[in-house]
């Protein structure tokens, strides 16, 4: 089967600090460096490097080619990223000495990107294909439509937050992935609990205390590895990638679950976002080596 993911592309700028800023703080960096980013990217990858089959769906400014090249080193279809007269998206970093950060995003591309890439990219998507979608590019509840109606399942990255951007695709959504603060913030917006969302799976992410996954009536969790995080960033995305990666091989939520949950404390260990993200040869080493 088929990842399709309409989905964010960044270049990312990390400062490393001693601590985050506070109001009307200013901090001299301890180190700088660039890379590729954005939760659509670092899905993506994820899932690639999970040996997923991925189509990534987006759009980059003329500066941004060789985040596109980043993307296909990986193993990702970038034949539907476009390049559009918009400056590529990036995100300013903070990642404090314990591995904590605060993120600045400038969409750029990623909002203004036409709608018929995403038409002429699941031209050729398949019932059982799976879209993957997060809140950081345009056309998400149309594509969510579009795919729902050719028979995909449709996951949901609810970041960043914002409710009413949830209702507009929960109705489509298969799968709902939220970390522990955007399920808070949800479930009171809508005055419900978790078991009572309106979505046939829920994949919560807790940080150092794991991650569950709902649906049918069941819960399974999964706890993270025992590591010593040393960039957190990204970390989200690598669980969703590669759970949607487990799913999609034919995995049970559990293990897929499991799998994730290898894949995002492996991440922690390392700097950076897509380019840290690592390989399913690397997680299987590292669930292996207990």
Known sequence: MTIFNLGSINIDHFYRLPHLPLPGETLAATDYSTGLGGKGANQSAAAAKAGARVVHI???????????????????????????????????????????????????????????IVERALAGARPGDTLLIQNETAHQAQAADLARAKGLHVMYSAAPFDVDAVRAVLKNVSILALNAVEAQQLTAAMGVTLDELDVPELLVTRGADGAEWRGDGKVFTAALHQVTAVDTTGAGDTFAGYFAAGRDAGM??????????????????RVGTADAIPTRDEVEAFRASG
């Open 58 to 116: 987006g759009a980059v400014g003329a500066e941004g080619g060789w985040t596109v090249g980043r993307l296909k080193g990986w193993g990702v279809d970038t034949s539907a990223i476009a390049t559009i007269d918009t400056p590529t998206g990036h995100a300013i970093i903070n990642v404090d000495a314990g591995g904590e950060n605060s993120i600045v995003i400038f969409p750029g591309a990623n909002r203004v990107m036409p709608f018929d």
């Open 252 to 269: 049970t939520p559990a293990e897929a679950l499991d799998l994730a949950a290898a894949a995002a404390s492996l991440k922690v260990t």
